[in-house]
């Protein structure tokens, strides 16, 4: 299997719930990240991991866990998570960002995530 | 620090229609630029990418970019749509050089008409 793949495809929660998304590549990329994706709202980066090491923390609630065991799996842990927090949740890989970002990313298809 | 602003938040062409989506970007440094392209409920996929080499660059599906430094655009043409062109394109920039990660833009969602 090659690319980047999300599990679950979709997600539908409870507020008092706990759940995990997974991201995993296969492409040999030393860095991933997650992006939340809002209807009417731009990509926002949430939280970045390089050699397994998070580098980038946007201010994210802490009712987002993330987990990055090894470079080529990412988690994100969910729990008391609010309505507005619905949203498509996107993983992505890249080469080391500290020579740049000319690679680009590759990002998975995403969980669709509604909170009830 | 670096942005990008996508002019219009819609566009909307006749198949077989000249697509022009603009892409402004800043950068205190040389950039790399890309535009990338979401299916509904599909993540993003790479049209094509600027890294200092052509200034004119040439990706998938027909689709091509040219980097202009002195108006710091970056706009995505192709010379006639079709109907699988409908989706959203996204602009993103990094630094060329250092850490850097992506900075995206808001999206334009291109409709095709028949």
């Known amino acids: 299997e090659t690319g980047v793949t999300q599990t679950p495809r979709h997600l539908v929660m409870g507020m008092t719930n706990k759940k995990s998304l997974k991201c995993e590549q296969h492409l040999g990329h030393n860095a991933m990240y997650w992006y939340k994706q809002s209807a009417k709202k731009p990509l926002e980066l949430m939280f970045v991991y390089n050699f397994k090491e998070q580098t980038e923390n946007n201010s994210v609630p802490s009712r987002f866990s993330p987990e990055c065991p090894n470079s080529s799996h990412l988690f994100l842990h969910l729990h008391t998570l609010q309505p507005e927090d619905s949203a498509l949740y996107l993983c992505?890989?890249?080469?080391?960002?500290?020579?740049?970002?000319?690679?680009?990313?590759?990002f998975g298809s995403g969980t669709r995530l509604t909170v009830v | 620090a670096q942005s990008v602003t996508q002019l219009g938040s819609h566009v909307s062409v006749s198949e077989g229609a000249l697509v022009l989506l603009r892409c402004n970007y800043s950068s205190s440094v040389p950039p790399y630029l890309f535009w990338y392209v979401q299916y509904p409920n599909q993540g993003l996929q790479l049209l094509l990418k600027y890294t200092s080499a052509a200034t004119l660059v040439k990706g998938i599906n027909g689709f091509e970019a040219e980097f202009k430094k002195s108006e710091t655009s970056f706009h995505l043409t192709k010379p006639s749509a079709h109907m699988s062109d409908a989706a959203e394109y996204f602009c993103?920039?990094?630094?060329?050089?250092?850490?850097?990660?992506?900075?995206f833009g808001k999206g334009t969602m291109l409709l095709v008409s028949p």
């Open positions: 993103a920039v990094s630094s060329n050089s250092g850490y850097s990660t992506l900075t």
């Open positions: 992505a890989s890249s080469q080391d960002p500290g020579q740049g970002a000319g690679y680009g990313y590759t």
